[in-house]
């Protein structure tokens, strides 16, 4: 019997798209995947409110994460480090053997403006990345603010991990200035794990060009093919004909304005029900709009109370590696509805007697 997701990635797949899934396959060097693919890239421009070419990567969100310091980075990199998936991104740079250096706090506090501004006046750093939603620790720090203050510094890229808000939460990657903002669909998009999409600037291109790094995730080969409305290896083809049927339900069935406040609104009665109980994670003010790190204040068993949900088809998240038992996750992300939510929450209230 199939688990209701309520776990930040992979998220739950609406029937229609699973029956899209299964769509014969087209080649990909044939014109119906040229149009599917013209016929994509707008769609995709539009939730991120973007003129920029939005690539699709056959990888997990990591690649382009990957790609985007390989591709980006001239002298040295600064990563903004708070919860695991910021870690990662750091690891990524140095394991590439590309200069970085990190802002590092504690996963509990978000990155402030002024903390960037200072180290990049230093102007040892021509690249930022930021997780904008740690889904590790629920936090969602303030991309605006950070977008302000990156803006200042005109040869400083800016590349934002957007991978568990991009769908779920506005992100307006033009006004922003955002190089590269990136993100897996298994998260708000609601769709199976397999593919990534990044909007990718003039600026980050044409750096990409001269530094011509990297085979798979090399930014202007990719984007040559994109030119012909194709991808330069073989894509993940399901995945992208299922993207394409996800964004006309998001843009015209759901609309994107409602999408976002529907998430805004799961959030918000999750929140306040965890605030009743127990507590929440990240510093106040900055609490994700698309799942809840819930502090462990009563000292239950996660793994425990996640057996007892199986009953009921559902599953939560335990928290992430040293947080697993001190906190739990509860996504409110992609498709799922007001009334998923208030029926996890009666369920973990009876389980848990509250
Ligand atoms: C899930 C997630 C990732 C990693 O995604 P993969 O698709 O598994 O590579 C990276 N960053 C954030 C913020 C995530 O939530």
Not at 226 to 241: G, Y
Not at 334 to 349: A, F, K, N, R, T
Request: proline share 4%.
């Amino acid at each position: 019997m199939h688990k209701k997701l309520f776990t930040p990635g992979p998220s739950e797949v609406r029937s229609e798209i699973l029956q899209a899934m299964a769509t014969p396959q087209i080649h990909h060097r044939s014109k119906e995947f040229s149009q599917l693919y013209a016929e994509l890239q707008p769609k995709l421009q539009k939730l991120l409110y973007t003129q920029n070419p939005v690539l699709l990567f056959t990888s997990s969100s990591t690649g382009a994460m990957e790609s985007a310091v390989i591709n980006g980075v001239r002298k040295k990199c600064l990563n903004l480090v708070n919860g695991a998936f910021s870690k990662r991104w750091h690891k990524i740079t140095e394991m590439n053997g590309i200069p970085c250096d990190t802002i590092n706090l504690d996963w509990d506090k978000a990155i402030k403006p002024e903390m960037v501004d200072e180290k990049l006046s230093t102007g040892e750093y021509d690249a930022v990345t930021l997780v904008f939603n740690e889904t590790s620790t629920g936090m969602m720090n303030p991309l605006e603010e950070i977008a302000e203050v990156v803006k200042k510094y005109p040869d400083v890229l800016f590349f934002v991990d957007a991978v568990s808000a991009m769908g779920g939460a506005k992100i307006e990657v033009d006004k922003l200035g955002i190089d590269m903002c990136l993100a897996g669909v298994q998260k708000c998009f609601a769709l199976p794990s397999g593919i990534a999409v990044a909007s990718v600037s003039e600026r980050l291109l044409k750096r990409a060009e001269e530094l011509n790094r990297g085979y798979y995730f090399n930014l202007p080969l990719m984007y040559k093919y994109h030119l012909k409305n194709q991808t330069r290896v073989t894509p993940a083809i399901s995945q992208i004909i299922a993207l394409n049927a996800q964004m006309d339900y998001i843009l015209d069935e759901e609309g994107l304005e409602n999408r976002f406040a529907r998430h805004e609104k799961m959030a918000k009665i999750v929140q306040d029900w965890a605030r009743k109980y127990f507590d929440i994670y990240p510093e106040k003010g900055y609490e994700s709009k698309t799942l809840t790190c819930v502090k462990n204040t009563r000292n239950i068993s996660v793994g425990k109370l996640n057996e007892e949900l199986a009953k009921h088809h559902m599953v939560i998240s335990n928290g992430y590696g040293d947080l697993k038992e001190k906190t739990f996750r509860i996504a409110h992300m992609g498709d799922l509805q007001v009334q998923d939510i208030y029926g996890l929450l009666d369920v973990i209230s009876e389980i848990l007697d509250l």
